[in-house]
């Protein structure tokens, strides 16, 4: 089975745009959380979708969203970026009924 | 305070030492995870724990419930054992995460 997959790898972008960032889950997973890892703060719940459905959030402003289609797949959303948006952003995707994880190999945003 | 406390923060080590690191807890937990984040940031998932111990090879987990307390081993350290390992709970669907402790191996 493929992994966890996400793109872009990397990405350079400056104060004030907006970027998506996106997942996809090893096949047959429904479940993908997305988490953000910064050097101060460490690792971080943003949010989980289950089935399209947002199952929980973390403490992140409004100007962080996400969304989950139909196939599983995952987009994150950061609108009006800040500098301390910069960090490595990773999903994680799970399949039913099962805590464990596995992990993508993140996007690492930089704001500049 | 943190609800996640990791111990400690930085390890360095002679290959082949045993090796612990320690997780320390303040909330109710429905499970533990140990994650190994390699440099370039890919991270492994080793072990989810919700009671007793588990072992993978030189890897050992251990979790006790009422002390809220868990402790990762890793027999016969080598170089390539060398990342960052963080302690993860599961609480109400949610992860919180300890800071991670960074692992060196000297050969």
């Known amino acids: 089975k493929a992994g966890v997959t996400q793109t872009p790898r990397y990405l350079i972008k400056t104060r004030g745009q907006q970027v998506t960032l996106s997942c996809s889950p090893i096949s047959g997973h429904r479940s993908v959380s997305w988490y953000q890892q910064t050097p101060g703060q460490g690792l971080q719940f943003l949010f989980e979708y289950f089935s399209e459905t947002q199952r929980n959030k973390g403490n992140f402003p409004g100007r962080f969203s996400g969304r989950q289609f139909s196939n599983s797949r995952s987009e994150m959303n950061v609108s009006t970026l800040e500098l301390g948006d910069s960090a490595l952003y990773l999903c994680?995707?799970?399949?039913?009924?099962?805590?464990?994880?596995?992990f993508g190999p993140g996007t690492r945003l930089t704001v500049t | 305070k943190n609800e996640v406390e990791q111990s400690p923060q930085n390890l360095t080590a002679q290959e082949g030492e045993f090796i612990t690191i320690n997780c320390s807890y303040s909330v109710g937990i429905s499970a533990l995870h140990w994650l190994q984040q390699h440099p370039g940031g890919g991270i492994v998932s080793l072990f989810m724990l919700s009671s007793g111990k588990k072992k993978h090879g030189r890897l050992i987990a251990t979790i006790n419930i009422q002390e809220k307390h868990s402790s990762l081993h890793i027999t016969a350290s080598h170089p390539r054992d060398s990342a960052v390992y963080i302690c993860?709970?599961?609480?109400?669907?949610?992860?919180?995460f300890g800071k991670g402790t960074r692992l060196h191996i000297l050969p």
């Open positions: 993860a709970v599961r609480k109400d669907d949610k992860i919180i």
């Open positions: 994680a995707s799970k399949g039913g009924g099962r805590y464990e994880q596995y």
